[in-house]
């Protein structure tokens, strides 16, 4: 093992879950972490899921670690590739979970990987919570998840390493394009994302001033209101950053969805619905096999 | 006990459904069912949903039921009150299971509960699958759930039964106007149903010709996506006469969620991202006392 030394940055839901999924994985190694937020990063320290916690910015740096994993927002994790850069060294990797992987993989192209430089893997694991913080970090979050990479130079080994680790915590990896990414992830979480907020936030708004309104709502609302409005609980403070840095591919899911409402709504009464219908099913179909394995292993997570 | 006799209308999956519920609920009397389809109705008797399969609309005049309960798609429903209100006396009840209740209602006052004709009460339990069919039925379906009805006459000693048996299936018991119906159920079941299938519908449609693309979206898609498109699933039979008997309130929440989204892409990058977020949260916050409670007796119903 060359990776004895593991940093995160960041160490909220997604950060202390790799901190506790490393110790689970048997990882026997020091693992330090920092959060601008010293709240996190003290319960992440008393969960468990960091060994140490570092108290400035410079503490990063000074941890000397082999692999810094970056877990804060995509805005933050720019602003730390910037950071770290100049201070470490060829035989540091750097990589991150962020949620859209373009603008990091361009910074990892332009500030990494160099002779002289630290390395850097943009990663992205597909698991999360609506709620997040330490206090719901759990060692079993990335079991049965995608767990995405988008590299931008060629492995060395530790890069393998890491890859290695990721498996043990039960993800799937997969190598993917950053421009296709964050196209389908656009579709896939971004757009689910927004329509959820705007439906979340339509009631909200349209039943505010009917108490009795939106009691009736929250009487009959069922898994389908649930479903669909989950992810309204999500928090700004992440989605900001995945607006701001993949606004037009984010704009056209959009843009691609309310036409198609239009249509639904302008043919509530004609054939064209069960067109629509039709093509959903077809989707859903395709879907289907793909979920049971997916929810027989979240199942299984529940379980355990 | 005023009710002996109970025939079920449609011995799909919400009508199978009723006929369990009854059984385990300790009802002694005789479940008679009838579907156009005669595999629905073999299979109802298979499971032991029925006791008896009739043949023919009027082998269910026929079976002279105390109770009569409507559990196909609305417009079926319609026809079937016209057929049985000449030929049923006021010593009877029919109940229905529709997903909409304006229609229902008026055709309920035109025809039924006056001196010398059989009594109707609207219902409409919120519960089902995205899929349908007898052989998905299940005793536990109501559990949890609740159970609306859209009373238009006063109650006589048979609605007075039928809601107690509701009650015993697990169902929460509530009375609303059937306009007021309409509109809820327009927000949280039509509403979710027309976006999830327009949602999966576009899915299908971009990444068609585009196998790759597919395999990534199915790959990478998480719980989200799974949620989101859920309902994508769901048969257009049962959701055409949803579409056909509440147009208008459909349509109104289409529109204003098409504007909500149109908001939403307007300003990935403005501070209206975090308002939009606040809002959505604050009915998060709301909802979650309410599907908390919703959840753990569903958990226990799964359980059992």
Same mark, same amino acid.
């Given at each position: 093992m060359i990776i004895e030394r593991v940093t995160i940055v960041g160490t909220g839901l997604i950060g202390a879950s790799v901190g506790l999924a490393l110790k689970a994985s048997g990882?026997?190694?020091?693992?330090?972490?920092?959060?601008?937020?010293?709240?996190? @990063?003290? /319960?992440?320290l008393q969960i468990g899921a960091i060994d140490d916690s570092l108290a400035s910015r410079a503490g990063v740096i000074a941890s000397k670690a082999d692999v810094t994993v970056l877990?804060?927002?995509?805005?933050?994790?720019?602003?730390?590739m910037e950071y770290l850069a100049p201070a470490l060294n060829e035989e540091?990797?750097?990589?991150?979970?962020? @949620? /859209?992987k373009r603008e990091i993989a361009a910074k990892a192209v332009e500030l990494f990987n160099q002779p002289g430089h630290a390395r850097f893997l943009p990663g992205h694991p597909m698991a999360g919570k609506e709620?997040?913080?330490?206090?719901?970090?759990?060692a079993k979050m990335f079991q049965g998840a995608t767990w995405l990479?988008?590299?931008?130079?060629?492995?060395?080994?530790?890069? @393998?390493?890491?890859r290695d680790l990721v498996k043990l915590f039960g993800a799937q990896v997969r190598n993917m394009d950053a421009e296709r990414h964050d196209e389908v992830c656009a579709w896939v979480?971004?757009?689910?994302?927004?329509?959820? /907020?705007?439906?979340?936030?339509?009631?909200?708004?349209?039943?505010?001033?009917?108490?009795?309104?939106?009691?009736?709502?929250?009487?009959?609302?069922?898994?389908?209101?649930?479903?669909t409005t989950r992810l309204g609980a999500s928090p700004y403070s992440m989605w900001r950053d995945v607006a701001m840095t993949n606004t037009e591919e984010i704009a056209k899911t959009i843009a691609a969805l309310e036409q198609r409402l239009a249509h639904v709504r302008e043919n509530l009464r004609t054939p064209e619905l069960r067109d629509?219908?039709?093509?959903?099913?077809?989707?859903?179909?395709?879907?289907?096999?793909?979920?049971?394995?997916?929810? @027989?292993?979240?199942?299984?997570?529940k379980d355990a």
């Open positions: 990882f026997s190694g020091k693992i330090y972490g920092y959060d601008s937020n010293t709240e996190e @990063s003290a /319960t992440a877990c804060t927002p995509v805005l933050p994790i720019l602003d730390w540091q990797l750097v990589t991150d979970v962020g @949620s /859209t709620s997040g913080g330490a206090s719901l970090a759990e990479f988008t590299p931008v130079a060629a492995f060395g080994p530790l890069e @393998s390493e890491w979480s971004h757009l689910p994302q927004m329509v959820s /907020t705007a439906l979340a936030a339509l009631l909200q708004d349209t039943f505010a001033d009917d108490p009795e309104g939106m009691a009736a709502v929250q009487a009959i609302g069922g898994r389908a209101l649930r479903e629509a219908f039709a093509t959903a099913n077809q989707f859903r179909k395709k879907e289907t096999a793909e979920s049971k394995i997916k929810e @027989s292993k979240e199942e299984k997570k």
